[in-house]
Each structure stands twice: as structure tokens, then as C-alpha cells.
């Protein structure tokens, strides 16, 4: 009789441990989740940030750059493209290629002197810039929540849950090949 109160004390024991153990990796696994979430969240205001300010920018310069339309659509077309609902890595396409379109405006607008004189377009630029600084910084602060998330849904006791809960892993925001090559640098030209 002893042996078996023992035995299921042991037992109990074993599956209060196990209980525990699902429940402290699933609320692990849930706080990363929303951490992800509320990471995405703030890349997507600073998305809506620039998105509101770029047209902006383009009515400013637009009128000194008329030779200059196709700087000014490109900007145009990516704004146009940016889906607030579209899944993450559609979103980080699109914002990487309204990044590029924007450096393009920026290095064209260096070009023309009467554009840095005035006020209100460097002030844009200016604003601009900023968010392409905070979009760059929430974007790795993404990265990093989305890797101890995937990280942690990767290792035991989790991967066991995983099919359980309908755990699945995260992309994070990533260039494409064609942004990981080394732009050419043209310092001056050689007339």
C-alpha cells in the first residue's frame, strides 16, 4: 500500500511538473508573440508617418524638378503601393522600395541649390530622414523580437507545443537580393 501512495504521489508530482512546464513555455511563447506584434505595430505608425509626409515632399520640389518626373513618380508609385493590411514581408518590399526611391529623391534634390534654400523642403527632408532613421531602428528591434520568437518556438519544450498551440515562425523584415548588392558610388563625373 505504501509502494503505491508513493508511486502515485510520484505520479502527481510528475504532472504538476509538466502542467508547469506547458504552462510557463506557453505564456513565454504568447509575451514574444506580443512583442512581435507590438514591434510591427510601431514599424507600421512610422510607415504611416513618412507615407503621410511624402506627398509633401513632392509638391515642394515638384515645381523646381519638372525635368526631373521620373524621381518624382518613382516616389509617387512606391507611396501608391504601400498596403497597410498586406502581409509582412509584402510590407517590407513596399518600404524598401519607397527607401529607395526617397534616397533617389534626396541625392537629385543635392542637385539643385535653389531646392536647399528653401525652408519648407528642408525641413521635409529633414522629417524624412528621421523617419527613415526610427522606420531602420524598429525594423532591427523586429528582427530581434521576431528571432528570440522563432528561437524559442525552435527549442524543447516548445517545438513539442508547437503543433498544439499552431505555433509557426515569424519572418522578419529583410532586404532582397537585389537591395543587398553594394550600390556604385559616384563621387564626381569627369566631363
Known amino acids: 500500500m ?9 505520479a ?9 512546464l506547458v504552462i510557463i513555455t506557453y505564456n513565454n511563447v504568447v509575451a514574444l508573440q506580443r512583442r512581435c ?4 505595430a510601431n514599424i507600421d505608425v512610422a510607415l504611416k508617418q513618412r507615407h ?16 526631373e518626373e521620373q524621381v ?25 522600395q519607397t527607401s529607395q526611391a526617397v534616397r533617389s529623391l534626396f541625392a537629385t534634390v543635392e542637385n539643385y541649390p535653389e531646392l536647399k534654400s528653401h525652408a519648407n523642403v528642408m525641413a521635409l527632408q529633414e522629417e524624412i530622414e528621421r523617419l527613415e532613421t526610427l522606420i531602420a531602428r524598429r525594423r532591427e528591434l523586429f528582427n530581434n523580437q521576431v528571432y528570440q520568437y522563432n528561437s524559442t518556438i525552435l527549442q524543447v519544450p516548445a517545438t513539442l507545443m508547437r503543433p498544439l498551440f499552431g505555433w509557426k515562425t515569424v519572418d522578419s523584415f529583410s532586404a532582397d537580393e537585389t537591395e543587398r548588392e553594394r550600390p556604385a558610388a559616384v563621387l564626381y563625373q569627369v566631363e
Open 2 to 10: 505504501a509502494v503505491q501512495l508513493a508511486l502515485l504521489v510520484a
Open 12 to 20: 502527481i508530482l510528475a504532472l504538476a511538473l509538466l502542467v508547469f
Open 37 to 40: 506584434q507590438r514591434a510591427w
Open 52 to 67: 503621410d509626409q511624402l506627398p509633401n515632399l513632392v509638391s515642394a520640389v515638384r515645381g523646381v524638378m519638372a525635368f
Open 72 to 96: 518624382l513618380d518613382e516616389v509617387t508609385r512606391a507611396r501608391a503601393a504601400y498596403e497597410p493590411d498586406a502581409p509582412v514581408h509584402d510590407q517590407a518590399v513596399v518600404s524598401e
